[in-house]
């Protein structure tokens, strides 16, 4: 049985059914397109929290979509299923509409703080922003502070590194001005130096005291001042309304500022002061990122500064060194030139003097052994004893020029010391009893008799010593004392440079000398020991000297490591000198030989040598008749040459002597010397060749040694003398 709900319907009412039932058709196309779209999207999203909502949403849009396109049939008559249908449609869509508002309440805060998170992030994307705004920044300060940087350090001339600085500034941060304010050599003022753009005021100064300044230089940044501030006054007054300014101190170190172990210490009076100025009629600010560039650009200067400070220091130091190189390599070339030309003057005039001293000594002797009168007899042993003063006048000269360029060397030998005092004391008495001085010697019993060292520099020291108590004595007495020091005896505080050090194979000889003469003033006393220095009262009184004396026997007695010191309570109360010096115990030291003539033995005092053949070599025609005269009058038979080829082609078996001086000029002694070795082949048949030289050097000595002499003879030559030799050649084949 059909069911008709609905009265049958105007045609107004049809007209509007229509409408509805075109309505409805929409609405349900619309709502099955709306689960479509809302799939696509579920698909295409990578993360989608609510699906299940989605699906209750996509579920009720499906059901309210059926409900209208069912509601089509409706609007016509139509039969009990259509309705239940619809009212099946309208019931499911309500529940699901009930299901997903209830849904809805739980995901709305969900949603909502989602929103709040979203506010979040954007605000932290913000943030970000401006941090990596602020690094960017930081990134191109960093930059520009490498390429400043770069720009003041590619040279160390400071007005380049100022200048520079100046000009990358002024580009970088578009500065209307950059000055920068130097401390004057007074340090109470600072100068304007160097000025971007405004020249014509550098030179002009301001009081280092002023407010501003101090306010700066206390401070470790950057620091914004006033405009009208006496630094900052430099732009046209035109200018009313002027851009920000900054200051900042520049340390400037100088060598003086740096320690041995610490860093440099920095005072007010070490800054400089950069003044910055943005353009006026602006306004434009001072930016912390600036801040911070000028700060890091002006420590960044500082030490450019100091590195060209230091270096210019060090120029100026390798250009004094330089210079003083110079004129120290000026004077060692002067000296060594000096040196080479005095030892060439007292080698020619040694020899030159030696020569004519042997001649006047060889005469001398001869007419001293001759019959004389008392009257003749005087006025020779006169000259005898004038031409030793001489010659030991000559020797001083040259042993002081060997002391002071260290040539000199002891002959250390084996000598009988207490015969030595004697001596001394002999040569000293004949002076001594002119002047009716009493002189008088004590050794002590445990002073050994015979001992190791250089006799010949020992008895100068003595004589020196001993000859100056007498020539400084009016009356009185001089008196003389040797001992063994001991080793108690020995510490002196006056001497704090002597260090004796005893050993069984030496001794220290200890001599006094004291006499009663003129004495002298103690602060006089250390230049006694100066050389060509003397006492000008006493001098005046005496027969003067050189002033050499003690100042070469000080130095013989530090050579022989000891020391001499004179006492003397003043003028007029006498003086005492001391010396100790180091000699050797016989038979607990390798003793060496002297390779000159020591003192003459007394059984060689008359020997005469008759028939003996002996060949004299000397170039000098003077000399050579000398030497020949002191020979003949021994009994020898002499032959005389001049040269080296005459020498080898006279010289025979039957010669036993040879005396060739070794000062010839032009001309090799050595090698003649050689030659006649070579000449005769054993050793028994070549006769014996000694050296007649004026050289004391040691270097001669060796020479002549090398090549095979058999003694050195020095000159002058006593008659004596020769006789020793002689004697000494015949009796052990060599001079000792």
Not at 505 to 512: A, D, I, S, T
Not at 538 to 557: D, E, H, P, Y
Request: aromatic share 6%; hydrophobic share 45%.
């Amino acid at each position: 049985m059909d069911c008709n709900c609905f009265d049958p319907l105007l045609p107004a009412d049809e007209l509007l059914m229509k409408y509805q039932y075109i309505s409805d058709f929409f609405i349900a196309i619309a709502y099955f397109s709306i689960p479509i779209e809302l799939v696509y999207f579920v698909h295409k999203s990578a993360v989608f929290p609510y699906r299940w909502v989605l699906v209750q949403f996509g579920a009720f849009i499906v059901l309210c979509g059926a409900t209208h396109l069912i509601n089509l049939w409706t609007s016509t008559p139509h039969t009990r299923t259509v309705a239940m249908v619809m009212t099946t449609a309208k019931f499911s869509t309500a529940a699901v509409s009930c299901a997903t508002a209830v849904m809805l309440v739980h995901i709305i805060p969900d949603l909502l703080s989602v929103k709040t998170r979203e506010l979040f992030l954007k605000n932290k994307a913000a943030e970000l922003d401006r941090e990596m705004g602020l690094i960017r920044t930081q990134e191109e300060t960093g930059r520009y502070v490498r390429m400043l940087t770069h720009e003041i350090r590619s040279t160390l001339d400071r007005h380049t590194i100022l200048k520079t600085t100046l000009v990358e500034l002024g580009r970088a941060l578009q500065l209307e001005e950059c000055a920068l304010w130097m401390p004057t050599l007074t340090g109470v003022e600072l100068q304007l130096s160097y000025s971007l753009h405004h020249q014509n005021s550098v030179g002009f100064t301001v009081p280092i005291q002023l407010p501003v300044i101090n306010q700066v230089f206390s401070a470790n940044r950057a620091v914004k001042i006033s405009p009208n501030s006496p630094v900052a006054r430099l732009r046209p007054a035109r200018k009313y309304m002027p851009g920000e300014v900054v200051a900042v101190r520049v340390p400037l170190l100088h060598l003086s500022n740096f320690q041995t172990n610490d860093w440099p210490e920095l005072s007010p009076k070490s800054y400089a002061l950069m003044v910055l100025m943005l353009p006026s009629n602006s306004a434009r600010q001072w930016h912390v990122h600036e801040l911070e560039l000028v700060d890091v650009v002006a420590d960044q200067v500082a030490v450019a500064l100091s590195h060209a400070a230091i270096l210019e220091e060090s120029m100026r130091a390798r250009d004094l060194l330089m210079e003083q190189n110079v004129a120290l390599d000026l004077a060692r070339r002067e000296a060594e030139t000096a040196v080479r030309a005095r030892n060439d003057f007292l080698g020619v005039m040694n020899h030159e003097m030696r020569t004519s001293m042997h001649a006047v000594i060889a005469l001398s002797s001869f007419l001293q052994e001759s019959e004389l009168t008392p009257e003749q007899r005087l006025m020779v042993e006169t000259i005898l004893k004038s031409s030793n003063l001489l010659a030991t006048l000559i020797n001083d000269v040259l042993d002081l020029s060997r002391l002071e360029d260290g040539s000199l060397q002891l002959d250390v030998g084996t000598f009988n010391l207490h015969a030595l005092f004697r001596e001394v004391l002999k040569l000293i008495k004949p002076i001594a009893a002119v002047k009716k001085l009493f002189v008088t010697l004590s050794l002590s019993s445990d002073l050994p008799e015979v001992a190791i060292g250089d006799e010949k520099r020992l008895m100068q020291i003595l004589l020196n010593v001993v000859g100056n108590a007498v020539k400084f004595s009016k009356e009185g007495c001089v008196s003389v004392s040797a001992v063994a020091a001991k080793s108690e005896s020995l510490i002196d505080t006056r001497a704090p440079e002597f260090f004796p050090v005893q050993s069984e194979n030496h001794f220290y000889l200890r001599v006094q000398v004291k006499d009663t003469g003129s004495g002298i003033n103690p602060q006089d006393i250390p230049k006694l020991f100066c050389k060509f220095a003397q006492n000008q009262e006493l001098a005046t009184k005496n027969s003067g000297g050189t002033g050499l004396g003690l100042a070469i026997s000080k130095r013989f007695v530090n050579l022989m490591e000891g020391h001499i010191r004179i006492e003397s309570e003043g003028v007029g109360k006498g003086s005492t000198a001391i010396f100790i010096v180091k000699l050797g115990i016989p038979g607990r030291l390798n003793e060496s030989k002297l390779p000159f003539l020591p003192g003459l033995p007394a059984n060689h005092m008359q020997m005469t040598f008759q028939g003996l053949k002996v060949l004299v070599m000397d170039d000098n025609g003077f000399s050579r008749m000398v030497t020949k005269s002191l020979l003949v009058h021994l009994g020898c038979n002499v032959t005389t040459i001049g040269s080296g080829d005459e020498c080898l082609r006279v010289l025979t078996r039957e010669h036993k002597v040879v005396i060739m001086d070794v000062s010839i000029t032009g001309m090799n002694c050595y090698d003649v010397a050689i030659s006649v070795h070579e000449k005769f082949g054993k050793r028994h048949e070549r006769p014996l060749i000694v050296a007649l030289t004026g050289n004391t050097d040691q270097v001669t000595k060796e020479n002549c040694m090398r090549v095979g002499m058999d003694g050195v003879i020095l000159k002058p030559v006593s008659i004596d003398k020769m006789r020793s030799v002689l004697s000494e050649l015949l009796e052990h084949g060599a001079v000792l």
